[in-house]
T-cell receptor, first 115, second 115 residues
Framework: DAGVIQSPRHEVTEMGQEVTLRCKPISGHDYLFWYRQTMMRGLELLIYFNNNVPIDDSGMPEDRFSAKMPNASFSTLKIQPSEPRDSAVYFC?????????????FGEGSRLTVL | AQKITQTQPGMFVQEKEAVTLDCTYDTSDQSYGLFWYKQPSSGEMIFLIYQGSYDEQNATEGRYSLNFQKARKSANLVISASQLGDSAMYFCAMRDRNTGNQFYFGTGTSLTVIP
């Protein structure tokens, strides 16, 4: 079975440009999470969805960040306009809703560099 | 308050020796899951082991075992017979229903295996 699929794997862009990161969760998973990882701040939860509905977006740093999940098999994280401090690895992850056994499956991450 | 605390930013272990990575957690839920993930330098997040709050036996997966002490709210990862390939970041995580089934991650422990 395919795992969580993220694209692009690497993105280099200039400050002010729009960035869109994409994620396809594992089929059947009803939770989807977006994380950001940096050396300074570690692994941060940005937003997560349950059955395509955003549950908690308190981790989204600013209005420049937005996330959508139009259907069960696709989610996007958009940054507009991008800034150098947004440079990080962005992980998408998905899981089942069984709370005791539902491990989190991570994508390979999207490494974003904003110049 | 921190949900997951990993107090060891870095650890060193001699090859073939055992090592314990510490993790304490905070939850008022009776039902929760504890997870350990490995992140090698290549960046992917690899699930290692899971422990449910109602599991009476400590979880084991090959050379990994989880030393679960419920009263102390600790879930330490024990790696036996360390190998060079075990050098990586290790993250402890918890999931509980009180907080909407989201996953909480610790700050990680960087393990270096010395030949």
């Amino acid at each position: 079975d395919a795992g969580v699929i993220q694209s692009p794997r690497h993105e280099v862009t200039e400050m002010g440009q729009e960035v869109t990161l994409r994620c396809k969760p594992i089929s059947g998973h009803d939770y989807l999470f977006w994380y950001r990882q940096t050396m300074m701040r570690g692994l941060e939860l940005l937003i997560y969805f349950n059955n395509n509905v955003p549950i908690d977006d308190s981790g989204m740093p600013e209005d420049r960040f937005s996330a959508k999940m139009p259907n069960a098999s696709f989610s996007t994280l958009k940054i507009q306009p991008s800034e150098p401090r947004d440079s990080a690895v962005y992980f998408c992850a998905s899981s089942f809703s069984r709370p005791l056994t539902g491990e989190l499956f991570f994508g390979e991450g999207s490494r974003l560099t904003v110049l | 308050a921190q949900k997951i605390t990993q107090t060891q930013p870095g650890m060193f272990v001699q090859e073939k020796e055992a090592v314990t990575l510490d993790c304490t957690y905070d939850t008022s839920d009776q039902s929760y899951g504890l997870f350990w993930y490995k992140q090698p330098s290549s960046g992917e997040m690899i699930f290692l082991i899971y422990q449910g709050s109602y599991d009476e036996q400590n979880a084991t997966e090959g050379r990994y075992s989880l030393n679960f002490q419920k009263a102390r709210k600790s879930a330490n990862l024990v790696i036996s017979a360390s190998q060079l390939g075990d050098s990586a970041m290790y993250f402890c995580a918890m999931r509980d229903r009180n907080t909407g089934n989201q996953f909480y991650f610790g700050t990680g422990t960087s393990l270096t295996v010395i030949p």
